[in-house]
């Protein structure tokens, strides 16, 4: 078993709280990616749970156990760092055989289980290399075998493919969402790369500023950010945010307002406030001047045209029509989108992929009335 549970974490270097009460429970044999911007407190967060770091105040449970001050060798969880820091006068073979051998278990048996471990990453015809005659996805391997070895309750990875290049990047990917798998051991995995969070993570917990701004699995995170931060980090372009008005329209319809852009939403009436209007750039489509007038309609200009491949980027400048750009937007979908630069476009959305948030918190508001339309998920309004 490897249940994690951090209660009010907290860590402070000075006047900098880096972890600041981070409560989580994380359940055996998840994969939790703990995703943040430089500098949000990751890898104290991950220091603490290896033990490498005492926390200022809060506890760290592994099964029930309370490990908070528990010295990393007896917590029975294995680091894989970024740095791979495997010893290089050492051959594969002991590099990942030493945990075993500091424990004084017979040279049979860790013999045995090397080999047994090295089959698992297929580095069995490396053994007698050192680390210098590796390539840098192989080296890896071997400090993932040397975690892997002791089978410890769980795996806590410090962005771990951070030094392969691109391409080794996404194989290793795979090879290690495959051996969670197969483990079915927990890892608690470090990144800043979104894509591996939402590739590899079965729950993605997202950091800001050493708090945990929401936890939820890939889906979730994308689809119901809980707050502007968690939706700009997201995606690539990352959704676009209209800070606009949202009030109630004379027949009962709410809608939100900003210079360019009006978005008729689902019946109901709300006091008018002022909110963070989110929609995503692939839920974005161009139409004609004619749009239906009960329609998502936002008027814009084409900055650029980007091309990805197979899709393209367009970037708008916002805004009504001579009275100059008043924000941006980013549209994404299938190459060609037949725009180009200086090209005027009327873009629409289905209402009901729209996000709104508070502007003042930033938090994600979530629909509370009573009439709420079964048909908009996404149909939102009071407090999150
Ligand atoms: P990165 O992705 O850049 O590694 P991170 O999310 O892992 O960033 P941390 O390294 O955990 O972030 O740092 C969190 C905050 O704590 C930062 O503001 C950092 O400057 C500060 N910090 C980390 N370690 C120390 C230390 N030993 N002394 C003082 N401040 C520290």
Same mark, same amino acid.
């Given at each position: 078993?490897?249940?994690?549970?951090?209660?009010?974490?907290?860590?402070?270097? *000075? /006047?900098? #709280?880096?972890?600041?009460?981070?409560?989580?429970?994380?359940? /055996?044999?998840?994969?939790?990616?703990?995703?943040?911007?430089?500098?949000? *407190?990751?890898? #104290?967060?991950?220091?603490?749970?290896?033990?490498?770091? !005492?926390?200022?105040?809060?506890? +760290?449970?592994?099964?029930?156990?309370?490990?908070? &001050?528990?010295?990393?060798?007896?917590?029975?969880?294995?680091?894989?760092?970024?740095?791979?820091?495997?010893?290089?006068?050492?051959?594969? %073979?002991?590099?990942?055989?030493?945990?075993?051998?500091?424990?004084? +278990?017979?040279?049979?048996?860790?013999?045995?289980?090397?080999?047994?471990?090295?089959?698992?990453?297929?580095?069995?015809?490396?053994?007698?290399?050192?680390?210098?005659?590796?390539? =840098? =996805?192989?080296?890896?391997?071997?400090?993932?075998?040397?975690?892997?070895?002791?089978?410890?309750?769980?795996?806590?990875?410090?962005?771990?493919?951070?030094?392969? /290049?691109?391409?080794?990047?996404?194989? #290793?990917?795979?090879?290690?969402?495959?051996? &969670?798998?197969?483990?079915?051991?927990?890892?608690?995995?470090?990144?800043?790369?979104?894509?591996?969070?939402? $590739?590899?993570?079965?729950?993605?917990?997202?950091?800001?500023?050493?708090?945990? %701004?929401?936890?939820?699995?890939?889906?979730?995170?994308?689809?119901?950010?809980?707050?502007?931060?968690?939706?700009?980090?997201?995606?690539?372009?990352?959704?676009?945010?209209?800070? =606009?008005?949202?009030?109630?329209?004379?027949?009962?319809?709410?809608?939100?307002?900003?210079?360019?852009?009006? @978005?008729?939403?689902? !019946?109901?009436?709300? !006091?008018?406030?002022?909110?963070?209007? *989110?929609?995503?750039?692939?839920?974005?489509?161009?139409?004609?001047?004619?749009?239906?007038?009960?329609?998502?309609? +936002?008027?814009?200009?084409?900055?650029?045209?980007?091309?990805?491949?197979?899709?393209?980027? @367009?970037?708008?400048?916002?805004?009504?029509? *001579?009275?100059?750009?008043?924000?941006?937007?980013?549209?994404?979908?299938?190459?060609?989108?037949?725009? @180009?630069?200086? /090209?005027?476009? #009327?873009? $629409?959305?289905?209402?009901?992929?729209?996000?709104?948030?508070?502007?003042?918190?930033?938090?994600?508001?979530?629909?509370?009335?009573?009439? $709420?339309?079964?048909?908009? !998920?996404?149909?939102?309004? =009071?407090?999150?």
């Amino acid at each position: 078993m490897g249940r994690i549970r951090l209660d009010a974490l907290t860590r402070q270097f *000075g /006047d900098t #709280t880096a972890v600041d009460a981070v409560s989580l429970d994380i359940e /055996d044999g998840e994969f939790l990616a703990l995703l943040g911007p430089s500098g949000c *407190g990751k890898t #104290t967060l991950l220091r603490m749970l290896a033990g490498l770091l !005492p926390p200022t105040s809060g506890r +760290i449970l592994l099964d029930d156990a309370d490990i908070t &001050h528990t010295p990393p060798r007896r917590r029975d969880l294995a680091m894989v760092f970024q740095s791979y820091a495997l010893y290089p006068h050492l051959s594969v %073979e002991r590099n990942i055989g030493f945990p075993l051998r500091v424990r004084r +278990i017979p040279k049979d048996v860790v013999r045995g289980r090397v080999a047994e471990v090295a089959a698992q990453l297929q580095l069995d015809t490396l053994l007698a290399r050192r680390p210098k005659e590796l390539s =840098g =996805g192989q080296r890896q391997r071997v400090a993932l075998g040397r975690a892997l070895v002791r089978e410890p309750k769980a795996f806590l990875m410090d962005e771990p493919l951070s030094n392969l /290049d691109a391409k080794l990047r996404t194989a #290793t990917r795979v090879e290690l969402a495959a051996l &969670h798998r197969r483990l079915a051991a927990t890892f608690v995995y470090v990144t800043h790369d979104q894509v591996e969070a939402m $590739t590899m993570a079965t729950r993605i917990a997202l950091l800001d500023g050493g708090r945990l %701004e929401q936890v939820g699995t890939p889906t979730e995170v994308y689809d119901e950010p809980a707050s502007v931060f968690v939706a700009s980090f997201l995606g690539a372009p990352p959704m676009n945010l209209i800070p =606009g008005r949202l009030a109630s329209t004379e027949q009962g319809l709410l809608r939100v307002e900003a210079p360019g852009v009006v @978005a008729p939403l689902w !019946p109901g009436r709300v !006091p008018a406030r002022e909110v963070i209007l *989110g929609i995503r750039p692939e839920h974005l489509t161009p139409v004609g001047e004619d749009a239906a007038r009960d329609a998502v309609r +936002i008027r814009a200009v084409v900055e650029a045209v980007e091309n990805l491949g197979s899709e393209e980027v @367009a970037l708008c400048a916002t805004g009504p029509a *001579g009275a100059g750009p008043a924000g941006q937007v980013a549209l994404r979908g299938p190459r060609p989108l037949r725009l @180009a630069p200086g /090209d005027p476009v #009327t873009l $629409t959305a289905d209402p009901a992929r729209l996000h709104l948030f508070d502007a003042d918190s930033g938090r994600r508001l979530v629909w509370q009335g009573s009439a $709420t339309p079964a048909d908009h !998920p996404a149909a939102v309004v =009071g407090r999150g």
